[in-house]
């Protein structure tokens, strides 16, 4: 049934050309990667980890769920894109931490850096997304815009699609002949998929922004220091060109009026 599904998938044009926007997403994680490298070093009591392990987990989940996708195995689909929000919001869970520790230690990042601990000794439990989103949301530098632009709401209805398939909630929600279902039905599945991955994505890098303009500083001043050179006035604040370009394709979803939002909260010349 995996190759008769990935014959019908291979006959939609349409969903063919889908399945490229998720690998185009795929492509600007990597990219991602590649630029807070070095710069992703974050300290938690005797611990010392980069944030790469996580980023480059959650691009390899991209991949799987693309490969998901050519088969129509859209239960698995939605089961690992359920893991990629998980994992990106744990990342941001861990740089609000760092922002926060930076400023003042209390009762929250107390509590932060009990969990950050056990998952450095991999032994932590009992953190669920509800919580990790929770305190994300609540931190002192990003829970006006959470508010402002009803991020929890549209989480709270995402999060609700995705446990619907990762648990099996009804008889809807498992993998399926592809033959069942018309060419319009299987690309509307398509795109639901690719708005959440997009979605995901748009939402963590606008508050890790929020959070920590540094990570989408583009590499330019660095490399003039680098050289030994002056670099340009004001070029650590110049932002990388994909960023901004993944920002002005897809900012939108979130809110039209997130990008000025951005300009006028952050000190990063986008």
Known sequence: MRNINENIINNCKNTLILIEQLK???????????????????????????????????????????????????????????????????????????????????????????????????????????????????????????YKFGLQKSFDEIGKHLNNYTHGNGYSFYNINASSLDENNIENQFKNIIYIAKYITTTFLFL?????????????????????????KDSQYWVAPFIVEFFKNNIEMIDKNCYEYLKENTCMAL
Do not use: H
């Not at 807070?36 to 980890?49: A, L, Q, S």
């Not at 609000?96 to 003042?104: C, E, G, M």
């Open 24 to 146: 185009s997403l795929e492509s600007f994680l990597g990219d991602f990667n590649f630029l807070v490298f070095g710069r992703d070093n974050i300290v938690c009591k005797n611990y010392v980890f980069s944030l790469q392990t996580i980023l480059i987990s959650s691009q390899l989940t991209l991949g799987n769920i693309i490969e998901c996708c050519k088969c129509f195995c859209l239960a698995d689909a939605y089961t690992l894109l359920r893991k990629y929000r998980d994992d990106l919001f744990f990342c941001l869970y861990l740089v609000v931490y760092d922002s926060n520790v930076k400023l003042q230690k209390n009762a929250k990042t107390n509590k932060m850096e009990t969990n950050i601990e056990q998952w450095c000794k991999n032994n932590l439990s009992n953190l669920n997304i509800s919580e990790v989103l929770s305190t994300i949301g609540m931190s002192d530098n990003l829970k006006e815009s959470v």
């Open 208 to 232: 890790l922004v929020l959070c920590s303009p540094l990570y989408i500083m583009s590499t330019d001043y660095i490399d003039y220091l680098e050289f030994g050179q002056i670099p340009p």
